[in-house]
């Protein structure tokens, strides 16, 4: 059948011989059971081959949306395809929330947790972060579930998974009550500030970003984002820490990429709204860019932050030319295998590229040549080059994750040449 034929940017073609729109479980079991190599496709949103495949390439889009809230254990069982948009919509009306969001609502559930995709906050996680159990179609049709409490040997390495373990059909979710927030952009930080006010910036909201051109000795944006009437998670009582390093308020809306519309962001100038509209920066009715980009982010220890970003500084001639935009974020710990954060506070350094993945390739080697005595982890689905050796001494429980994907895929139906080369192969 006809499908998309490259990711959401458009520089990966796929090479799948068979596409898929499964409209039923039953139906997906068996397009699994009977093909040779399987891949599932999320919403796209990837920049490199992790999805690619020369066999079967699946789309989960057709199956039932379905969003079942227990409000005894106060989680959600939910369809794997859902984009966070639509889902977080139908929890709020149910009076719930997710405790956070990526910057883009149109990313969907799976293809977001396992590749440890994130928001930002000194205390929250990833989204993997939320969820408590998994629900795959394996190898040979079979429906498998994990859960945290079931499962406690195998569930750390189910849920940031690389799609490698077999078709992720739900997943149950954490929830906690719906909440409000604002959000308010700060132009023009002093980046000096950052050299002994790290923490107290990112401490500063519930959610902080930082955005840089690397150009200049300033922070362009810095959006602070507050749950309303909740002191502790950054409310009405907080000091406006970068106003007093500096910033000075944004007098109206603001994209964080230079020259594209403030229209498709979410509300900003401190007005109150629901989690899901103000917690992701783009709006879900709204595509965030032409999709002409190219996307790479590279996760390190949080003590290492200020020393990773004097490091980045000092090759900014080569970053600035071929970049739009970057932004700096912290992310909580976890204890999921193939987390980028697995084991370790986080301070997440993004780039978003322009289209010249030739150009690209040669600043990422050099960022990760300076990156390098930070051990940093490169998200799984956008561009890095860090060799697969080197990657896989940075996460100690990868034996695991080969040993789960023996026992749920033992003839490496769902692993394709990437996750291969970067995660099960040991040499």
């Known amino acids: 059948?006809?499908?998309?034929?490259?990711?959401?940017?458009?520089?990966?073609?796929?090479?799948?011989?068979?596409?898929?729109?499964?409209?039923?479980?039953?139906?997906?079991?068996?397009?699994?059971?009977?093909?040779?190599?399987?891949?599932?496709?999320?919403?796209?949103?990837?920049?490199?081959?992790?999805?690619?495949?020369?066999?079967?390439?699946?789309?989960?889009?057709?199956?039932?949306?379905?969003?079942?809230?227990?409000?005894?254990?106060?989680?959600?069982?939910?369809?794997?395809?859902?984009?966070?948009?639509?889902?977080?919509?139908?929890?709020?009306?149910?009076?719930?929330?997710?405790?956070?969001?990526?910057?883009?609502?149109?990313?969907?559930?799976?293809?977001?947790?396992?590749?440890?995709?994130?928001?930002?906050?000194?205390?929250?996680?990833?989204?993997?972060?939320?969820?408590?159990?998994?629900?795959?179609?394996?190898?040979?049709?079979?429906?498998?579930?994990?859960?945290?409490?079931?499962?406690?040997?195998?569930?750390?390495?189910?849920?940031?998974?690389?799609?490698?373990?077999?078709?992720?059909?739900?997943?149950?979710?954490?929830?906690?009550?719906?909440?409000?927030?604002?959000?308010?952009?700060?132009?023009?930080?002093?980046?000096?500030?950052?050299d002994d006010h790290f923490d107290e910036i990112m401490a500063s909201g519930y959610s902080v970003s930082l955005f840089t051109d690397w150009r200049g000795d300033r922070i362009r944006q810095v959006w602070v984002k507050e749950r309303v009437g909740d002191p502790a998670a950054g409310g009405e009582e907080r000091e406006p820490v970068v106003a007093a390093l500096g910033a000075t308020p944004a007098d109206g809306p603001r994209h964080p990429v230079p020259g594209m519309p403030a229209a498709n962001c979410t509300e900003q100038l401190g007005v109150p709204g629901p989690w899901h509209e103000r917690l992701p920066h783009f709006r879900l009715g709204f595509t965030p860019s032409s999709g002409d980009e190219l996307q790479a982010e590279y996760l390190l220890p949080r003590r290492h932050a200020v020393a990773a970003f004097h490091a980045l500084a000092g090759i900014a001639d080569r970053i600035a030319p071929v970049l739009h935009i970057s932004e700096i974020r912290t992310v909580a710990a976890d204890d999921l295998w193939l987390s980028p954060f697995h084991g370790r506070n986080t301070v997440a350094f993004h780039f978003t590229w322009k289209p010249d993945e030739a150009a690209v390739r040669?600043?990422?080697?050099?960022?990760?040549?300076?990156?390098?005595?930070?051990?940093?982890?490169?998200?799984?689905?956008?561009?890095?080059?860090?060799?697969?050796?080197?990657?896989?001494?940075?996460?100690?429980?990868i034996g695991d994750f080969r040993a789960l994907a023996r026992e749920l895929d033992p003839s490496g139906k769902f692993a394709n040449a990437f996750v291969a080369h970067h995660v099960l192969d040991d040499e």
């Open 1 to 194: 059948m006809t499908m998309r034929s490259t990711n959401w940017a458009g520089n990966v073609v796929y090479r799948a011989s068979e596409l898929h729109r499964p409209a039923s479980l039953d139906e997906l079991r068996r397009v699994v059971a009977r093909s040779p190599k399987v891949r599932v496709l999320g919403s796209g949103h990837s920049f490199n081959e992790i999805t690619d495949t020369e066999g079967a390439l699946v789309s989960l889009e057709a199956l039932p949306p379905e969003v079942e809230i227990d409000r005894a254990t106060g989680t959600a069982r939910v369809a794997a395809g859902l984009r966070y948009g639509e889902l977080s919509a139908r929890l709020h009306a149910a009076g719930y929330a997710l405790p956070n969001l990526a910057s883009l609502p149109h990313i969907c559930v799976a293809g977001a947790c396992a590749t440890g995709t994130h928001g930002s906050g000194d205390g929250i996680g990833g989204l993997a972060g939320s969820v408590t159990a998994v629900e795959l179609v394996t190898a040979d049709g079979d429906l498998v579930t994990l859960s945290r409490d079931a499962d406690p040997d195998r569930f750390p390495g189910a849920v940031v998974s690389l799609g490698a373990l077999g078709a992720v059909v739900t997943m149950t979710l954490r929830l906690e009550p719906a909440f409000q927030v604002r959000q308010r952009v700060y132009e023009n930080l002093p980046a000096e500030a950052l």
């Open 362 to 397: 040669e600043v990422l080697s050099l960022m990760e040549e300076v990156l390098a005595p930070f051990e940093p982890r490169p998200h799984w689905g956008k561009l890095f080059a860090i060799p697969p050796k080197v990657l896989r001494s940075r996460y100690d429980r």
